[in-house]
């Protein structure tokens, strides 16, 4: 048996490190200066090998925990805080591991820190900051760390994990007042973290700056094609059982830690999501509209294999089978938008992929915009657009005017649709004056009506129509380069 208390710091009057310059204003950090039972935590003790063991525990109103039942063996205790508490971080005991060998080992107890937020001085960039304003970073992606103070001075950074520093570099001004230090994707440190800055300023005084930090390792949710999808759904199931049940863990639940506690969420702008569990079996499911299996297209979600933690979960890769969307905006020409004679206009889009010259139909709103799941991968590709009584618009590569497919959608703008082609040819001739003057002064319904020659869409071929084609005698229209 394993027993404790869990504790809490109770933060007095935020205290701001001395500067020495009266114009320096450092964001000030909260010092920690009592501590209360924290009841509602979460406690877990996970065996050091010999086989995955773990038990749990929540603590009760003095703050007191008991871990029952276990067999001998070195265990790793950690602990959430409730979900009353998101201003306190996740944490583990200083020594573990707690050796257990017969009998029981009491006074096992922790406090968990406060959490500094991110200070109205500093950025630190990507990242999916959390609602208690905690930095969450991905392990794999380089980040910018911008601190702003006193001009002139000297500025340094230094990143900590526990107490040990495990980065630290000098930082660069410019401009003035403003530093900054590009620092290293982290991987393979993950988990709670802590930086710290120091600006010595001219006047000989010093600002320092320190902010907690949570470093992800979690997960991405791709394309079959490996690109990230952003917004995608990723919802977190949890057993005590490797055979499950797996059950939905429910919103805000502690048995996430505080860096994040929104389930089901979402992916973010590189596709990327995660959690800070404890331990436990647990399985993710991640969706996107229009996304399915790639292994059962009748399936809108692929779900991982189940995970035990710990240990932590690294870099799991979920990829889900994605038409890409082209989505685009054009304009008729003799049809003004917004405006009711846009809706049901067709075209078709043609995408060249290697050679091999792809179609896709297109439909108009009243707004000229349209959409197609044309399916290519993430690239740049020659296109052209064309109305069945249009002259084409197209775009190459070359040109600067590509369809570019970047996380599985493309937007981009398809020009004007040039009225005038009767006979779809992509020209207008002679032959296209003469399919119009058959159909003149027809309307929807008469005999001889004839929709081709109706170019501005009214259900009436008229003058209008004429001077439409007349404008564009002679002309042609682009063709699609491919290769």
């Given at each position: 048996m394993i027993?404790?208390v869990i504790?809490?710091?109770?933060?007095?009057?935020?205290v701001?490190?001395?500067?020495?310059c009266?114009?320096?204003?450092?964001?000030?950090t909260p010092?920690p200066t009592?501590?209360?039972?924290?009841p509602?935590?979460?406690?877990?003790?996970?065996?050091?090998g010999?086989?995955y063991?773990c038990?749990?525990a929540v603590t009760?109103a003095?703050g007191?925990?008991?871990l029952?039942n276990?067999?001998?063996g070195?265990?790793?205790?950690?602990v959430?805080?409730p979900a009353?508490a998101?201003?306190l971080?996740?944490?583990t005991?200083?020594?573990n591991?707690?050796?257990l060998?017969?009998?029981m080992v009491?006074g096992?107890?922790l406090?968990l820190?406060?959490?500094?937020?991110l200070p109205q001085?500093a950025?630190?960039?990507p990242?999916?900051?959390s609602g208690?304003?905690v930095?969450l970073?991905?392990?794999?992606?380089p980040l910018?760390?911008?601190?702003h103070?006193c001009a002139?001075?000297v500025?340094t950074?230094?990143?900590y994990?526990g107490n040990?520093?495990v980065r630290?570099?000098?930082?660069?001004?410019g401009?003035?007042g403003?530093?900054t230090a590009n620092?290293?994707a982290?991987?393979p440190?993950?988990?709670?973290a802590r930086?710290?800055t120091?600006?010595?300023c001219p006047?000989g005084?010093s600002?320092?700056?320190?902010?907690?930090?949570?470093i992800?390792?979690?997960g991405?949710?791709?394309?079959v094609?490996g690109?990230?999808?952003?917004?995608a759904?990723?919802?977190?199931?949890r057993?005590?059982?490797p055979?499950?049940p797996?059950v939905?863990?429910?919103?805000?639940?502690?048995?996430?830690?505080?860096?994040?506690?929104?389930?089901p969420?979402?992916t973010?702008?590189?596709?990327?999501f995660?959690?800070?569990?404890?331990a436990g079996?647990?399985?993710?499911?991640?969706?996107?509209?229009g996304?399915?299996?790639?292994?059962?297209?009748?399936?809108?979600?692929?779900e991982?294999?189940v995970?035990?933690?710990?240990p932590?979960?690294?870099?799991l890769?979920?990829?889900l089978?994605c038409?890409?969307?082209?989505?685009g905006h054009?304009?008729w020409?003799?049809?003004?938008?917004?405006?009711?004679h846009?809706?049901?206009?067709?075209a078709?889009l043609k995408?060249c992929?290697?050679?091999v010259t792809?179609s896709?139909?297109?439909?108009?709103?009243?707004?000229?915009?349209?959409?197609a799941?044309?399916?290519?991968?993430?690239?740049?590709y020659?296109?052209q657009?064309?109305g069945?009584r249009?002259l084409?618009?197209?775009g190459?590569?070359a040109?600067?005017?590509?369809?570019?497919i970047?996380?599985g959608?493309?937007?981009?703008?398809?020009d004007?649709q040039?009225?005038?082609d009767?006979n779809n040819?992509n020209?207008?001739t002679v032959?296209d004056?003469?399919?119009l003057?058959?159909t003149?002064?027809?309307?929807?319904?008469?005999?001889?009506?004839?929709e081709?020659g109706?170019f501005?869409?009214?259900n009436?071929v008229?003058?209008?129509?004429?001077n439409?084609?007349?404008g564009n005698?002679?002309?042609?229209?682009a063709?699609?380069t491919?290769?």
């Amino acid at each position: 048996m394993i027993s404790g208390v869990i504790y809490r710091y109770t933060p007095n009057t935020p205290v701001s490190t001395p500067t020495g310059c009266p114009t320096n204003t450092p964001s000030p950090t909260p010092i920690p200066t009592a501590t209360i039972p924290l009841p509602g935590a979460y406690v877990y003790a996970c065996r050091n090998g010999g086989g995955y063991y773990c038990a749990y525990a929540v603590t009760d109103a003095s703050g007191q925990y008991t871990l029952s039942n276990l067999p001998n063996g070195e265990y790793t205790l950690g602990v959430n805080p409730p979900a009353s508490a998101n201003d306190l971080l996740a944490g583990t005991l200083d020594h573990n591991p707690v050796i257990l060998n017969g009998g029981m080992v009491t006074g096992q107890d922790l406090v968990l820190n406060s959490i500094a937020p991110l200070p109205q001085n500093a950025t630190i960039s990507p990242n999916r900051s959390s609602g208690n304003s905690v930095p969450l970073v991905y392990w794999l992606d380089p980040l910018t760390l911008i601190i702003h103070g006193c001009a002139g001075g000297v500025a340094t950074y230094q990143l900590y994990v526990g107490n040990n520093v495990v980065r630290s570099d000098s930082m660069t001004e410019g401009p003035a007042g403003t530093y900054t230090a590009n620092i290293p994707a982290l991987n393979p440190i993950h988990g709670y973290a802590r930086i710290e800055t120091t600006i010595v300023c001219p006047c000989g005084g010093s600002l320092t700056t320190s902010f907690s930090l949570y470093i992800d390792p979690s997960g991405n949710v791709r394309t079959v094609a490996g690109d990230p999808i952003i917004g995608a759904t990723v919802t977190l199931y949890r057993s005590n059982n490797p055979g499950g049940p797996f059950v939905q863990v429910a919103n805000g639940d502690a048995i996430m830690s505080p860096v994040n506690r929104t389930n089901p969420d979402t992916t973010d702008g590189h596709g990327h999501f995660g959690w800070d569990v404890i331990a436990g079996y647990y399985k993710v499911r991640a969706e996107h509209a229009g996304c399915v299996s790639p292994n059962n297209p009748n399936q809108a979600y692929v779900e991982s294999a189940v995970l035990p933690i710990p240990p932590p979960v690294t870099d799991l890769d979920l990829r889900l089978s994605c038409p890409a969307t082209a989505s685009g905006h054009l304009t008729w020409q003799g049809i003004p938008q917004p405006d009711a004679h846009n809706n049901g206009q067709t075209a078709t889009l043609k995408v060249c992929n290697a050679g091999v010259t792809n179609s896709y139909p297109v439909t108009t709103d009243q707004n000229g915009n349209f959409s197609a799941a044309v399916n290519l991968p993430t690239g740049s590709y020659n296109w052209q657009l064309k109305g069945h009584r249009n002259l084409a618009s197209a775009g190459t590569i070359a040109g600067g005017s590509a369809l570019v497919i970047s996380g599985g959608t493309a937007t981009f703008e398809a020009d004007a649709q040039k009225a005038g082609d009767t006979n779809n040819d992509n020209v207008t001739t002679v032959v296209d004056v003469g399919i119009l003057r058959a159909t003149f002064s027809k309307s929807l319904g008469d005999p001889g009506y004839d929709e081709r020659g109706d170019f501005n869409n009214d259900n009436t071929v008229g003058a209008s129509d004429f001077n439409l084609l007349r404008g564009n005698f002679g002309q042609a229209g682009a063709s699609l380069t491919c290769p």
